[in-house]
């Protein structure tokens, strides 16, 4: 869709740079020289600057008329906060929603640590980002992988649970097709994401301070937060597994909703948990994501089949010129050239 591009870029950008990739095995490892010298910390900001979206990303939120909040904390859903140091408990609902990436090990196959440094922190930026977006809070990092609620106060179930699916199935996209690309074009393959997604309702959902002191979080303990953990374990490659109380809160979205054991042909992969004594049965079900994806009113098909956005408007890019540097310096000779007489 092209909204990740300016991501792509930082990506590729510490590809192209890593001595190891180019086979220059004699100095690399020298502190002093190569990519440790040309990528940081410092290189990764000034390129995806972390409270402030991309070009290609920024015209996607304007154009579907949302903006990110930069100002979450992580572990600290901001309608919950102020549970933080204290023994109370509340009940809440929410959407929980775990997101993996699998694969990456295989970077390290190729690159040097820092490479696969910049580039994992690059993919899991363009992940905060997006989720950001489309309103969900970062509750925790896990590896190259995220745990996110959807949902406030403010927010009914239905709209949460729509912008979930939003959110999960425009970055399946991206890692699927656009990410995909830029792996293959590398020789890396097996690179991808698998995200399950389930809701609890205020009944279903403790909310309060795990941990002690500085170590602790403001979480949930909830069925439904388990179990969207569990359904990522079910999913297929760049596959979306959700619960009954996802598919029962958008009842238009049936039609992109299958029992997952209509995939494995497997019975007792109907149901992802159940209490026998109270003939309770939980069914999970695999999410038809990318024809959801191109039912939304900002997504256009062009006649390679491919998916694009929707631009309502001209838009303006803001691109930084601080944002360049760091990859015009990478491409020498054409940075700080300057042309004689």
């Known amino acids: 869709m092209n909204i990740f591009n300016d991501y792509l870029s930082t990506v590729k950008a510490a590809m192209t740079a890593d001595p190891k990739s180019r086979n220059l095995n004699e100095n690399w490892n020298n502190a002093s020289g190569g990519l440790r010298g040309a990528f940081s910390s410092n290189t990764l900001n000034a390129m995806v600057p972390e409270k402030r979206l991309l070009p290609s990303l920024d015209v996607f939120a304007r ?8 100002e979450q904390k992580l572990g600290l859903h901001p309608d919950h906060a102020h549970l933080k140091h204290t023994d109370n408990i509340e009940n809440d609902y929410i959407v929980s929603m775990f997101v993996d990436i699998k694969g990456s090990t295989n970077l390290f196959k190729r690159y040097l640590p820092e490479t696969v440094w910049i580039i994992s922190n690059t ?48 970055f399946t996209y991206f890692v699927k097709t656009d990410l995909k690309q830029l792996f293959n074009e ?47 374990s079910s999913a ?20 992109f909703f299958t029992p997952v054991c209509q995939r494995t042909q497997n019975e007792n992969d109907r149901y992802i948990f159940r209490i026998q004594n109270e003939n309770w049965n939980y069914t999970q079900y695999d999410f038809a ?53």
């Not at 154009?63 to 930069?70: D, S, T």
């Not at 979306?240 to 029962?248: E, F, M, P, Q, R």
């Open 123 to 170: 993919i899991q930026r363009a992940a905060i980002h997006t989720c950001l977006i489309f309103g969900g809070y970062v509750h925790r990092l896990q590896g190259d992988g995220l745990f996110v609620y959807f949902g406030n106060k403010n927010t009914s179930p239905e709209i949460a649970v729509k912008r979930a699916l939003q959110f999960a199935s425009i």
């Open 289 to 341: 994501w990318l024809p959801f994806l191109k039912t939304q009113d900002f997504i256009a098909t062009d006649l390679q089949g491919v998916l694009q956005l929707k631009q309502k408007t001209t838009p303006i890019y803001d691109r930084n010129i601080a944002n360049l540097a760091p990859i015009a310096i990478n491409n020498k000779p054409y940075y700080g050239f300057n042309k004689k007489d």
């Open 186 to 232: 590398q020789g890396i393959e097996d690179v991808c994401t698998r995200i399950g997604i389930d809701l609890g309702y205020d009944r279903d959902v403790v909310w309060g301070m795990a941990g002690l002191g500085e170590i602790s979080e403001v979480t949930t303990c909830s069925l439904h937060t388990s179990l969207a953990s569990k359904m990522q």
């Open 63 to 70: 154009e579907i008329g949302l903006q990110p909040n930069f």
């Open 236 to 255: 297929i490659s760049n596959g979306i597994v959700i619960g009954d109380h996802i598919k029962n809160e958008v009842p238009s979205l049936a039609e």
